[in-house]
């Protein structure tokens, strides 16, 4: 296997420059992800390490060695695109096998590492047939069992899961999951999917803009987010962001001020994940919501609320909905759940507020400012 090493490697097209320095480590082994929306420099990243593209500046290092002058056929690598990119004229057998024409393998072991490749992701019955005739979860193993069949030292992921359904995504996650754990190979994913690569890798690397903004674990991405993007990328349904202002030790969020657990003055957002949000009676809370919207997602409810913040959304489990749209609902939240981000969308730490202290009704006069908060549409 191999370990993976980018030293401020950069990519342009001309005088637009779609990969900013970039530094990253991929340990031998690790399966890690690259997350973020489109255009985010993630697929170029990965054509990067395929040998695709070459670098405009920088160093790709495969075990400490630079391979920017290597070609791609000789990387080792295995690859397996969005499109599958299968050989409709030849067989599944022939597909297999198409890498291993430019190596030097005789045909008896081209033809055991083909079976043991189709076996490995269950289309060794399907040999004799066409892509054509496949449905697509079995072109989508028919690609893996493709680049695996070189026994390569690093697997590259490009969305190899976007054109499956539901359920068969689910499936093939896992599948791929336990096949690279049971083969050790260095695995990259690329996905705009959060949940394929909170639920494959174990570790992602969230790209926006043609930068890293953070690299950690999916809890680390979800509990403590670098920035206002990372915390409106991570996380389904969407945090909730509300623009406020600080004052010192209190902050104003729509018509409520809340205690602050550490003093800070100026314009910031507050966040707070749906799923964080307790529905409880309303004679129990400090705030209640009127709800405006509800969506049943099978095992939870999806409330939309009007609240003294603003606009919330709030997640519940349950396959019922025990508030009704125009009733009042009781909301309570952990501090320790709670986000705030600077005017530039870094992320405060140690900063959190909590309803349940104190509540001032009405506002006090010292907020009253142009600054005044307002709901992040």
């Given at each position: 296997?191999?370990?993976?090493?980018?030293?401020?490697?950069?990519?342009?097209?001309?005088?637009?420059?779609?990969?900013?320095?970039m530094?990253?480590?991929?340990?031998?082994?690790?399966?890690?992800?690259?997350?973020?929306?489109?255009?985010?420099?993630?697929?170029?990243?990965?054509?990067?390490?395929?040998?695709?593209?070459?670098?405009?500046?920088?160093?790709?290092?495969?075990?400490?060695?630079?391979?920017?002058?290597?070609?791609?056929?000789?990387r080792?690598?295995?690859?397996?695109?969005?499109?599958?990119?299968?050989?409709?004229?030849?067989?599944?057998?022939?597909?297999?096998?198409?890498?291993?024409?430019?190596?030097?393998?005789p045909s008896?072991?081209?033809?055991?590492?083909?079976?043991?490749?189709?076996?490995?992701?269950?289309?060794?019955?399907?040999?004799e047939?066409?892509?054509?005739?496949?449905?697509?979860?079995?072109q989508?193993?028919?690609?893996?069992?493709?680049?695996?069949?070189?026994?390569?030292?690093?697997?590259?992921?490009?969305?190899?899961?976007?054109?499956?359904?539901?359920?068969?995504?689910?499936a093939?996650?896992?599948?791929?999951?336990?096949?690279?754990?049971?083969?050790?190979?260095?695995?990259?994913?690329?996905?705009?999917?959060?949940?394929?690569?909170?639920?494959?890798?174990?570790?992602?690397?969230?790209?926006?803009?043609?930068?890293?903004?953070?690299?950690?674990?999916?809890?680390?991405?979800?509990?403590?987010?670098?920035?206002?993007f990372?915390?409106?990328?991570?996380?389904?349904?969407?945090?909730?962001?509300?623009?406020?202002?600080?004052?010192?030790?209190t902050?104003?969020?729509?018509?409520?001020?809340?205690?602050l657990s550490?003093?800070?003055?100026?314009?910031?957002?507050?966040?707070?994940?749906?799923?964080?949000?307790?529905?409880?009676a309303?004679?129990?809370?400090?705030?209640?919501?009127?709800?405006?919207?509800?969506?049943?997602?099978?095992?939870e409810?999806?409330?939309?609320l009007?609240?003294?913040?603003?606009?919330?959304?709030?997640?519940?489990?349950?396959?019922?909905?025990?508030?009704?749209?125009?009733?009042?609902?009781?909301?309570?939240?952990?501090?320790?759940?709670?986000?705030?981000?600077?005017?530039?969308?870094?992320?405060?730490?140690?900063l959190?507020?909590?309803?349940?202290?104190?509540?001032?009704?009405?506002?006090?006069?010292?907020?009253?400012?142009?600054?005044?908060?307002?709901?992040a549409?």
């Amino acid at each position: 296997m191999a370990k993976i090493t980018l030293d401020k490697v950069t990519k342009s097209w001309g005088q637009t420059q779609v990969l900013r320095p970039m530094d990253l480590t991929i340990n031998d082994g690790e399966f890690v992800a690259i997350l973020g929306p489109s255009g985010c420099g993630k697929s170029t990243t990965l054509f990067l390490l395929a040998g695709l593209y070459a670098p405009t500046s920088g160093q790709i290092l495969f075990d400490d060695h630079t391979v920017n002058r290597v070609d791609a056929r000789d990387r080792n690598v295995g690859i397996v695109f969005q499109s599958y990119a299968l050989y409709p004229h030849l067989t599944v057998q022939q597909n297999i096998a198409f890498p291993l024409r430019f190596k030097d393998v005789p045909s008896d072991e081209a033809d055991r590492r083909v079976r043991e490749a189709a076996a490995l992701v269950q289309v060794d019955m399907l040999l004799e047939r066409r892509p054509g005739q496949l449905s697509g979860g079995q072109q989508q193993r028919v690609a893996l069992a493709r680049a695996l069949v070189k026994e390569p030292n690093i697997l590259l992921l490009d969305e190899p899961l976007s054109n499956l359904d539901a359920t068969l995504r689910i499936a093939m996650r896992a599948e791929i999951k336990a096949i690279q754990a049971r083969l050790g190979i260095t695995t990259l994913i690329v996905t705009h999917d959060q949940i394929e690569a909170t639920t494959m890798a174990d570790r992602i690397i969230c790209m926006n803009n043609g930068s890293i903004a953070q690299t950690g674990t999916p809890d680390e991405l979800y509990r403590s987010p670098r920035d206002i993007f990372v915390a409106g990328f991570i996380g389904s349904p969407p945090i909730n962001l509300i623009k406020g202002e600080a004052r010192v030790d209190t902050v104003l969020v729509g018509k409520r001020v809340m205690n602050l657990s550490a003093t800070y003055r100026g314009d910031i957002t507050f966040g707070l994940r749906p799923e964080d949000i307790a529905m409880i009676a309303p004679a129990e809370a400090t705030m209640t919501g009127k709800v405006s919207l509800i969506e049943p997602m099978g095992r939870e409810i999806f409330y939309t609320l009007d609240t003294p913040f603003g606009r919330l959304h709030a997640l519940e489990a349950g396959e019922k909905a025990r508030f009704a749209i125009g009733e009042a609902a009781g909301l309570a939240f952990d501090a320790e759940r709670t986000l705030f981000f600077d005017a530039e969308g870094n992320r405060l730490p140690g900063l959190h507020a909590d309803i349940t202290t104190t509540i001032h009704e009405p506002v006090p006069s010292v907020f009253q400012s142009s600054h005044a908060a307002e709901v992040a549409q």
